[in-house]
Structures are given as C-alpha cells and as structure tokens.
C-alpha cells in the first residue's frame, strides 16, 4: 500500500512563494511519475505539474508555467512543487499523485495513488 501526504500550504498574498512537499511512504517497484493537481471551490481538479521518475521530463499547465517548478528528492522519496509570483487564482487545494503506467498524465482520472491536499490561500 502506498501513501502520500502534501504538506506546506498557507495563506499568502499576491506576489508571494511557497513550497509544497509531498512524502511517499510504501515501495512501488515500477511507477512512471508524480503529478501535481489543484482543485478550487466549484470546479473540477486540474492538472499543474509533473515529474517522471528518472527526473529529465517535466511539464506544466499554462497556467502556472514559468511561475511553478516541480523537483523531486529520490533519497528521502519526497516531491517538491516550489511556486513563485503567486497569484490568487492560484487558491486550491493541491494535491500530489503517482501513475504506475506511462499515460495521459494531465489526466487525474489515470492516477492510482492519491494524498488527502494540501490547502493554498493567495489573497489580493
């Protein structure tokens, strides 16, 4: 069994940074990466961020590209999702998810493992 816990969310204001963390804890023997997702009050949760395994691909929602940067630590099993310049659209719940087989990521319907969010408040 596999869990993931986010943590390091916050209320900010406009303009500030923040960095999310998201600790694994169980092995997965084969796993194709981890992905960033944020919900808001009355939508549907949307693609951020995400990481393969070998750390070489990433890719970003337009949204937050050039402000968000995902990393991962492959020693202490922990995925980083450091947001500069945020802005309060940016307000959610984020929440960090592994796929075990390469798919459509920027799809949250094709993860497997999930962590309970992390809540992100950017006032004006």
């Known amino acids: 069994q596999v869990q993931l816990v986010e943590s390091g969310g916050r209320l900010v204001q406009a303009g500030d940074s923040l960095r999310l963390s998201c600790v694994a804890s169980?092995?997965?023997?084969?796993?194709?990466?981890v992905g960033w997702f944020r919900r808001a009050l009355g939508k549907e949760r949307e693609f951020v961020a995400f990481?393969?395994?070998?750390?070489?691909?990433?890719n970003y929602a337009d949204s937050v590209k050039g402000r968000f940067t995902i990393s991962r630590d492959r020693g202490k099993d922990t995925v980083h999702l450091i947001m500069n310049s945020l802005k309060p659209e940016d307000t959610a719940v984020y929440y960090c998810?592994?796929?075990?087989?390469?798919?459509?990521?920027?799809?949250?319907?094709?993860?497997?493992?999930w962590g309970q969010g992390t809540q992100v408040t950017v006032s004006s």
């Open positions: 998810a592994v796929n075990l087989k390469p798919t459509m990521f920027r799809d949250p319907r094709v993860y497997d493992f």
């Open positions: 169980g092995r997965i023997l084969n796993w194709d990466g």
């Open positions: 990481i393969d395994k070998s750390d070489v691909s990433t």
